[in-house]
């Protein structure tokens, strides 16, 4: 079994950005999730995350939110000794680059891959369209 991939999220967050990404790269064995609900409370949270883990050996967690719930719950774990590679600001590139730093085996560099997908659009087309004109 290769790595694994974790995520969790306020609400179906984490469950949605699965199918998301799935609709693009098929279908991820190795993508678990642990959502949030409104009704449940840290410890709910807590116990649903230690299940999801349970077994895993290699893994990384990526948290919809820094300073949410979620984070918070699993920092505290990291913060009582458990060896979890923890990343926070979760988005569809994130989870692309993990799959597909497994699928060629190469290093993963999730925060890389988050912000470098981050673009104004309309400054792009901007761009392009000056580049036509010369």
Do not use: W
Request: proline residues 4%; glycine residues 8%.
């Amino acid at each position: 079994m290769g790595k694994q991939l974790v995520l969790i999220s306020h609400g179906l967050f984490c469950e949605e950005l699965k199918k998301s990404t799935e609709m693009i790269m098929g279908p991820q064995d190795n993508i678990h999730t642990v959502a949030l609900l409104p009704s449940e409370a840290p410890e709910d949270f807590r116990g649903k995350f230690e299940a999801a883990i349970e077994g895993l050996e290699d893994y990384v967690v990526l948290a919809d939110l820094m300073g949410g719930t979620p984070c918070n719950v699993v920092s505290r774990m990291i913060m009582e000794g458990q060896d979890i590679q923890l990343y926070a600001g979760m988005n569809m590139p994130m989870v692309i680059d993990f799959i597909n730093s497994e699928l060629v085996g190469s290093e993963m560099n999730l925060i890389h891959a988050g912000t470098s997908n981050i673009a104004h659009v309309n400054a792009v087309i901007a761009a392009d369209d000056d580049e036509d004109d010369e």
